[in-house]
């Protein structure tokens, strides 16, 4: 499975989660930290999306993505230890150790597959 097909939702979720956040209880925490990360998601998958179009990986994209599903993992953790509140920080943390290993796998396993080029 290719990156950017889990990480395009991912940072939909995020994203949402973010705007969420500040619609219901005023937050603008999570309004930037939500939009921010979600957006800065976003972005990394559609750079690898467009690099797996012209038949390349994005390592910079995989980078970014790592990172910010490792940040997102810290700090939703320290906040669910803290507050011992499932939503919405244990599950953004759950979410993002998730993504978190399945960005390291990708990253020892050489990224993307590229397919071999049909004649």
């Known amino acids: 499975m290719h ?11 995020v ?19 939500g939009v921010g990360s979600g957006l800065l998601i976003l972005l990394a998958g559609f750079v ?3 690099a797996f179009e012209k038949r390349r990986n994005s390592y ?8 910010c599903a490792l940040a997102l993992t810290f700090v939703m953790g320290q906040r669910y230890i803290q507050t011992s509140k499932i ?6 943390a759950a979410l993002s150790a998730l993504m978190a290993i ?3 796998y990708k990253i020892a ?6 397919p071999p080029k049909a004649e």
């Open 3 to 13: 990156d950017f097909c889990f990480t395009i939702p991912y940072g939909i979720l």
């Open 15 to 33: 994203l949402a989660g973010g705007v969420f956040g500040f619609v219901k209880k005023g937050s603008t925490a999570s309004l930037a930290g």
């Open 48 to 50: 690898s999306l467009k």
């Open 102 to 104: 399945f960005y390291l």
């Open 87 to 92: 939503m919405p920080a244990g599950i953004v």
């Open 109 to 114: 396993t050489g990224c993307n597959h590229i």
């Open 60 to 67: 910079f994209a995989m980078v970014v993505q790592t990172f």
